[in-house]
């Protein structure tokens, strides 16, 4: 059964295969890309691959940090992450709790500080990231509200921005 665009069977397959298995619930993400150090409109592409197939992201920063401005840059990215994580972590946990949307849009927003790259302050680059939901929906407003709660404590992304997670650096020089 599908309720809000999610497939709820599949869910409930993978809950029951984590219950009886709980490695299994650890999956591995891989990201690859490449600096483009010639001319070019992009800085910086990867080639994603996903269960149905790869896709091509680029990368091209603003003006103002040197490059074009002709694609998305780093930012835009990692908050269409957090965005597309958490909307479809609410839209998840909507489903399960038996809620149907009739529309969920969101919009993310931060201010970033750019003087700490340049070196110029130690400011943080963001103090906060603002992420605002609209959801049209015929379930009592406690519901939605306890799918909101749900989504919070489970996105992976939310989890990502608000706990620190241990960054392994290693430079390797060929």
Known sequence: MRLNNVDLEKIQNFEDQIKNDPSTAKKTQVIKGEWIASDSEVQFQSSIEFEGGTTLLKVDNPTFMGGGGNFPGPMHYCFFGLASCYMGTFATMAAM????????????EADINFSRVFGVSEEPTIDEVRVIINIQSDAPEDKIKEAEKLALERCPVVFTLRNPVKLVPKLEIS
């Open 97 to 108: 709790l038996g809620i149907k949307i009739k529309s969920l849009t969101t919009r993310v």
